[in-house]
């Protein structure tokens, strides 16, 4: 009756206390609005209304200047042809706040980072985007003539050129060694490894060992540990002998290089006793079907649906009805025992309703239409059809983007498990032409990694021009990537010479080799090992911390595989009599690179001032390069 009077309107304007503070000075169109809705009854819905279609962003797309400001327009569409100038009412979330700083009115304030940034706005579920190209400042830089290995370096190229930035010079010999063996077997070159790589003269050379790394057995080893922590092998849930049987399968998987949509097929089918399918263990690692779908959709898809199981997505267009409608492709999944032990089932005929409407809800993959009837037989054939088929628009695109991120340092798309629409790719070109190569070779991972790394991109240097030293996403210079905690430990063992015994494990495995991410080990917790608890990347922590160096400094294991009477550095005190000799192979073992002159001088004259502690000397020279961020990180 007295609608000025209402408790909604007096919080809101801060005439009463409110968790939420002020929102709407008395007067605004937001206190109007309400007003004249709650003294019109506060009427829930109105007949014949019409329809919000879309919402367009003006700007869509703009080059623009450090510290630079740009207002921005939201107009919505109805299904009646009229359109509103809807900005007041919209929300904005800034990509990277760093670049594009948004303000509540849709205020855009540019920073003083070099590539492509975005800024989205939302408006009553409908989501749009503005990009925002920020090349760097000054006069237009002249693009030298640079050779193109494949089409990765045509597109990179092609966007820093709108960037105003140029690319490092190739990476050397010695640097491609070391970066393709971390990135693709997930170890060091040995010192008689990286000698012979760096004697070798033929132009050929860095393709050939791209091949002789992929039929390696440690690229299963090193490609089934990352897989694994996607995938959740986690005993704590499986039990230990259902994790291995897990395990075994993901490593075998790679091992015989089966392809990607595959694997993603025979885990999203599988069926029968576990002990027969192991795949099916991923659905055993899943806290029920909304888990089960919200994995599914991260890890193959890159789609984060979780948020929108009680409510509209806040950052993209996925609903409570399409949360549930990919929750009910694994209502008919349950477990039972069998003649041949614990089996995986998809039966009956569940019904999903929408938990505020009571709404029956069909299954239907992300971003179709709902049917009107359920799929018969086991829903998830449907699923499959549409996430492997070639027109899927997130399967390929979310594998190659991975794929790209593990070789690159960073995702075209950031986060790597984050694809949508309001967090587009940094060069787009470049990830629609790698997904389409992905599908061309039929999910062929080994060939995907040769188009990579055969790229001029990929083998460039990390030392930075005068153009692009402010660039970290654009793939115009290596980025340093601190070493994961396995492949750091087996680095250690390496240079030393001397492996680790992991608690409940046969000597002689490596680090890598671990199906088990719950084995105690101090170092590995320390350098950022996954415990599996999800299917989110960011579980794997790489910074670095204070924490880690001080171990590295101070450690006495460390010490103790150093000082290892069966270690590397007393054979190689004892093996090479000339000072000189000595100090480049713990420089190729350490960093697959000989010294150059003036640490070769400065190792000289530390091993020449402890002539009668030369092995203890030596000790001290190894821990010094294994501190080094050339030892811990890969770039």
């Not at 340092?409 to 629409?421: A, C, I, K, S, T």
């Not at 890598?512 to 090992?529: A, E, P």
């Not at 004259?605 to 294994?626: H, I, N, P, T, V």
Request: glycine share 6%; net charge positive.
């Amino acid at each position: 009756a007295v609608p000025a009077d209402s408790l909604l309107l007096r919080k809101i304007t801060g005439e009463v206390g409110h968790g939420g503070g002020m929102r709407a000075a008395k007067g605004s169109r937001a206190y109007i609005i309400l007003h004249d809705w709650i003294k019109d009854g506060t009427v829930f819905e109105i007949k014949d209304r019409p329809v919000l279609v879309k919402v367009r962003l003006e700007p869509v797309r703009e080059v623009v200047k450090f510290g630079a400001k740009r207002q921005l327009k939201v107009f919505a569409e109805y299904s009646d042809g009229a359109k509103k100038d809807v900005t007041w009412l919209s929300l904005f979330h800034s990509n990277d706040t760093g670049m594009a700083n948004v303000a509540e009115d849709g205020t855009v304030t540019i920073g003083s980072a070099i590539g492509q940034t975005s800024v989205m706005t939302r408006y009553r579920g409908k989501v749009a985007v503005f990009q925002a190209i920020i090349p760097r400042p000054g006069a237009a830089v002249a693009y030298p003539k640079l050779p193109v290995h494949n089409f990765i370096d045509g597109l990179v190229d092609q966007h820093l050129k709108r960037l105003n930035i140029t690319p490092s010079a190739l990476a050397d010999d010695a640097t491609f060694l070391r970066r393709i063996y971390l990135d693709v077997i997930g170890r060091l070159p040995t010192a008689k490894e990286a000698d012979a790589f760096l004697k070798i003269t033929a132009k050929d050379k860095r393709v050939k060992l791209v091949e002789a790394l992929l039929a390696r057995p440690e690229f299963a080893d090193y490609w089934a540990l990352q897989w694994s922590d996607l995938l959740r092998v986690d005993r704590l849930k499986l039990g230990h002998e259902n994790a291995h049987l897990y395990y075994k399968w993901i490593r075998k998987a790679f091992a015989r290089n089966q392809s990607l949509d595959s694997i993603a097929h025979e885990l999203l089918m599988a069926e029968g006793p576990l002990a027969e399918q192991p795949a099916g263990f991923f659905y055993r690692a899943a806290d029920g079907t909304g888990d089960m779908a919200a994995m599914i959709s991260q890890v193959f898809l890159g789609v984060r649906i979780s948020c929108a199981e009680c409510h509209q997505h806040p950052y993209d267009r996925w609903t409570q009805q399409d949360y549930h409608a990919m929750r009910g492709f694994f209502q008919q999944i349950s477990t039972k025992n069998s003649t041949g032990g614990l089996a995986i089932l998809a039966e009956g005929n569940p019904v999903i309703k929408h938990p505020r409407t009571g709404t029956v809800i069909p299954p239907y993959p992300l971003g179709a239409t709902m049917p009107e009837k359920m799929p018969e037989g086991d829903r998830r054939r449907v699923l499959a059809k549409w996430m492997t088929g070639p027109d899927n628009p997130y399967f390929a695109r979310n594998l190659a983007n991975r794929l790209w991120a593990h070789f690159l340092g960073r995702g075209l798309v950031m986060p790597v498990d984050d694809l949508r629409e309001t967090n587009p790719p940094s060069n787009p070109e470049l990830l629609d032409a790698l997904a389409m190569t992905l599908v061309k070779n039929n999910y062929d991972l080994k060939s995907m990694i040769r188009t990579i790394t055969a790229s001029r991109t990929y083998q460039l240097s990390s030392t930075p021009n005068t153009t692009n030293s402010k660039d970290e996403q654009n793939f115009s210079r290596a980025l340093f990537r601190r070493l994961p905690a396995e492949v750091l430990m087996d680095a250690i063992c390496d240079v030393t010479g001397v492996g680790e015994k992991f608690d409940g494990v046969p000597r002689g495995y490596r680090a890598v080799q671990l199906w088990d991410s719950q084995v105690q080990h101090y170092f590995l917790k320390l350098f950022g090992r996954p415990a599996r608890a999800t299917v989110c990347e960011c579980e794997r922590v790489t910074g670095a911390t204070i924490g880690q160096a001080l171990h590295l400094m101070n450690s006495p294991n460390l010490q103790t595989k150093l000082a290892h009477e069966a270690g590397h550095v007393k054979r190689l005190t004892q093996h090479h009599k000339e000072d000189d000799a000595l100090i480049e192979q713990l420089y190729l073992a350490t960093f697959s690179r000989r010294p150059t002159p003036e640490e070769l001088g400065n190792a000289l004259e530390y091993l020449g001032s402890r002539r009668f502690q030369r092995r203890k000397a030596a000790e001290d020279l190894a821990w010094s390069l294994m501190n080094s961020f050339e030892f811990i990180f890969n770039h």
